[in-house]
């Protein structure tokens, strides 16, 4: 099943695959609005989008910057799609100027990431927008064999990356304990305090696969932080 959670509905469980749509939003059109269909398209059938265009425009900014934040960290994989500036925008805010600082941000973390850059994504002059080749070159750099230019690539992709050979003793980890801090359910990645656990929640759901077997020796620490980790979570007592 294709599910799709959209801002400002809160994360509650991490039950499979799950990707982010990253991409901009202000004077962008809603192409997140297509990305479920086209996942089923390239036979996609067990995959969570996280769609942070939200469907309330009272969400004020800090809620809005923590789900996306949150939701970036715990996702198996980001999607990044641009496409052409469809509306006008007000003369400060630059077209995809945040995107591509997440793109950076992400790259350099580690993350698996998929880039899709649609062909018209031009300037009035028909050249590449400013700083793309720069993403292009640090993208390889990063790992990222092919930037497509079409959202069904982006998904052929997933779809792929989703299915990759995995070998039996890949599938089982051992883990020491992460010892988890509480979880501050109302600034939840916000504040510096936590963002040890948000590196803990990102690297686990980076090494551990859905379904795999995990086995923690050690403190697990707050146990409200399960929910939304990647795999079978077995603690090993002594």
Known sequence: MIEVIKSPTPMVEKTQWTAFLAGPMNGA???????????AQVGIENLTLLNPRKTDRFVTG?????WETFGLRMCDV????????????KPWRYYAITTRLEM????????????????????E?????AGIHHLRRMAKYYGVENIHTSLEGC?????????????????????PGPAFEPMDKLSRM???????NETLLERWNQ????????????????EEWKPFLNGKIELITK
């Open 155 to 175: 998904m052929t992709e997933l779809k792929a990356w989703m299915e990759r050979p995995r070998k039996e003793e890949e599938k089982t980890h051992h883990m």
């Open 62 to 66: 800090t809620y809005q910057v923590n």
């Open 104 to 123: 950076a941000e992400n790259l350099a973390r580690g993350h698996k990431v998929i880039i899709g850059i649609d062909p018209e994504f031009k300037n």
């Open 190 to 196: 916000i504040k510096p305090s936590t963002s040890r």
């Open 29 to 39: 059109p809603s192409w997140q609005a297509q990305a479920p269909k086209v996942a």
């Open 207 to 222: 090494t551990v696969a859905p379904g795999d077997t995990v086995f923690v020796e050690g403190d697990f620490g707050a």
């Open 125 to 129: 002059k028909g050249n590449d927008m």
């Open 78 to 89: 980001i999607l990044f799609w641009i496409p052409p500036q469809a509306r006008p925008m």
